[in-house]
């Protein structure tokens, strides 16, 4: 088994603020950062030791930086699959291609959870007028049409109710492969970070009960308010996937919860989440922390929780109230270093600490 302590190059694909957040934590560990982004003054790029300035397509680059570095993890998943094959081949890549491209395909992924045994929304592939039409007829509605690609935040996807709804999406199919899935009526929204190691059970993260507006996470809650048994079997789930995926590194499961206690999951993410930024300053080792310790074959840490905390995403020109929120010592604020604070963007969070624990 190999292990990478520090003065090892970690490698970090992708120059956001999940990428900065892991650097931090590497350098304070006296690891060497290499990161390959597109942008100079992207978060992550900022504290790079070496930072590889190249589109995804850029084969020559993508070898120089796999080559350079001792391991690589990518911080965002939608790395096109030239490029994962490519870092694969010149270095060690975790979690492994395969996992990416999984997690970034919503067929692949809906197949590998019903393959694990668990449940999703029931969905339909679409790729034409008919295949939409024959989808809804099967599902009904409401449904929920979404890109197989590339969606986030809500982007990509559209609630149909009827037939018009349908027709005026179209645009979507049209530029690519699509799913049409029936919507769940679900009472909340549960999330476990779970991390995956290259000996030893997988362990997870206590699940976080989140609340979106206009699609974008605004704050997650934990203690989740949910039954003992239904986080337990959140977690089961979340440590199976990882199981089964061959996950070395972090993955965070979304599930949704419906009134008679049923989990139902909706989303894959091998990397670090934006819903698991509570553990920064509630656990003993936060996500980031763990992120690097599975990739580089340490020890897991602790994922014990000290504090109840409510993680409350800074989105746009909400950046700017940083005196405020320093002001408070309950607070603990994180900014991602972004030039620009564009509406809805995420601009940093702020963990509100509340009861303590011994």
């Known amino acids: 088994m190999s292990v990478f302590g520090p003065s090892a190059t970690l490698g970090i694909v992708g120059g956001g603020q999940l990428g900065r957040m892991l650097a931090l934590v590497a350098l304070d560990w006296g690891y060497r950062v290499h990161v ?41 998943e939608h790395v096109p699959a030239t490029a994962l094959h490519v870092l694969e081949a010149h270095g060690l890549l975790r979690p492994k291609a395969s996992v990416m491209l999984c997690a970034q395909n919503r067929h692949a992924e809906k197949q590998a959870i019903q393959e694990a045994g668990f449940l999703v929304a029931p969905w339909q592939k679409v790729t034409d007028e008919k295949s939409a039409r024959d989808a809804c007829q099967v599902l009904g509605y409401p449904s929920i049409i979404k890109t197989a690609r590339m969606g986030y935040d809500g982007k990509g996807q559209r609630r149909l109710d009827n037939d018009n709804d349908l027709m005026a999406s179209a645009a979507l199919w049209q530029a690519g492969t699509c799913i049409i899935e029936k919507k769940i009526d679900f009472v909340c929204e549960l999330s476990v970070v779970a991390c995956g190691s290259v000996a030893g059970a997988p ?44 996950v070395v590194g972090l993955l965070a499961v979304e599930m949704f919860v419906t009134q008679d206690e049923t989990l139902w999951v909706n989303e894959l993410a091998p990397r670090a989440h934006n819903s698991g930024h509570w553990t920064m300053d509630a656990c003993v080792s936060s996500q980031f922390e763990q992120w690097l310790r599975m990739i580089c074959g340490l020890p897991s840490g602790d994922v014990r929780r000290l504090y109840d905390v409510t993680m409350q995403n800074l989105l746009g020109e909400e950046v700017h109230r940083f005196l405020d929120d320093v002001s408070h010592k309950e607070k603990r604020v994180h900014i991602y270093g972004k030039t620009q604070a564009r509406a809805q963007r995420k601009m940093g969070h702020v963990n509100v600490l509340s009861k303590r624990y011994p």
């Open 36 to 76: 390959l982004c597109q942008h100079k003054d992207e978060p992550a790029a900022c504290l790079a030791h070496r930072c590889f300035l190249a589109d995804f397509t850029d084969e020559a680059t993508l070898r120089a930086f796999a080559e350079s570095c001792a391991v690589m993890t990518c911080e965002f």
């Open 203 to 246: 362990l997870c993260y206590e699940p976080s009960r989140n609340v979106h507006e206009s699609h974008i996470l605004r704050r997650s809650h934990v203690p989740s308010g949910v039954s003992v048994a239904l986080c337990q079997q959140a977690q089961r789930i979340a440590r199976q996937l990882v199981q089964h995926l061959e």
